[in-house]
Nanobody, 124 residues
Framework: QVQLVESGGGLVQAGGSLRLSCAASGRTFGTYTMGWFRQAPGKEREFVAAINRNGGITSYADSVKGRFTISRDYVNDTVYLEMSSLKAEDTAVYYC?????????????????WGQGTQVTVSS
């Protein structure tokens, strides 16, 4: 089992940047595929980005491609989401998720563990 704790959210102006962190504890960090999802008010949770076990494969939602970057740090057992050129529509609670299988997927139900989320608010 793994525990996930997100941090780094906050209020930022449109066009600005933020870096979200997700610290993992418990089982070996390197055995999990990691993902970021987000949920805006009144909307369903949606896929943002994912990275495979060794960091060699990433996937992004079309809406964030070219603006967001997912990465992972095996020393600190942390996955990051670097967000730039932020837009008002990026406002949401951002969740970190872990998947025990190796393939990078975009579906929520394929992820086994979830963090509590961190709020990102982009003012226009």
């Amino acid at each position: 089992q793994v525990q996930l704790v997100e941090s780094g959210g906050g209020l930022v102006q449109a066009g600005g940047s933020l870096r979200l962190s997700c610290a993992a504890s418990g089982r070996t960090f390197g055995t999990y595929t990691m993902g970021w999802f987000r949920q805006a008010p009144g909307k369903e949770r949606e896929f943002v980005a994912a990275i495979n076990r060794n960091g060699g494969i990433t996937s992004y939602a079309d809406s964030v491609k070219g603006r967001f970057t997912i990465s992972r740090d095996y020393v600190n057992d942390t996955v990051y989401l670097e967000m730039s050129s932020l837009k008002a529509e990026d406002t949401a609670v951002y969740y970190c998720a872990a998947r025990t299988l190796s393939s990078v997927v975009t579906t929520m139900r394929e992820y086994n563990y979830w963090g509590q989320g961190t709020q990102v608010t982009v003012s226009s």
